[in-house]
Nanobody, 116 residues
Framework: VQLQASGGGLVQTGGSLRLSCAAS????????IGWFRQAPGKGREGVGC????????KYADSVKGRFTASRGNAKNTVYLQMNSLKFEDTAVYYC??????????WGQGTLVTVSS
């Protein structure tokens, strides 16, 4: 049971990136998938989440209106579309689920660097 986040990279201020979170060994089904980030020298913070069963989303105020979480056509992938990126969005981004059996499951993270 693993998660893998991908899609990070270097982008200029105002640019866009789409992150993917793929489940391995299971499907997302009724999970709520959280997106988190950790900037250099800072703690991990929640960015947003999506409930896979119905697609409902929530976002941190800092990204609301710029980031959009979505489900993939397959039941084992979700996405985080990030638009109008700012320098302060630079961080390692992680996806996460809380599994009743396995507890907290984190993807390995993908680095997003926004150049000013």
């Amino acid at each position: 049971v693993q998660l893998q986040a991908s899609g990070g990279g270097l982008v200029q201020t105002g640019g866009s990136l789409r992150l993917s979170c793929a489940a391995s060994g299971f499907t997302f089904d009724d999970y709520t998938i959280g997106w988190f980030r950790q900037a250099p020298g800072k703690g991990r913070e929640g960015v947003g989440c999506i409930k896979n069963s119905n697609g409902k989303t929530k976002y941190a105020d800092s990204v609301k209106g710029r980031f959009t979480a979505s489900r993939g056509n397959a039941k084992n992938t979700v996405y985080l579309q990030m638009n109008s990126l700012k320098f302060e969005d630079t961080a390692v981004y992680y996806c996460h689920i809380d599994d009743l059996t396995f507890g907290d499951i984190w993807g390995q993270g993908t680095l997003v660097t926004v150049s000013s």
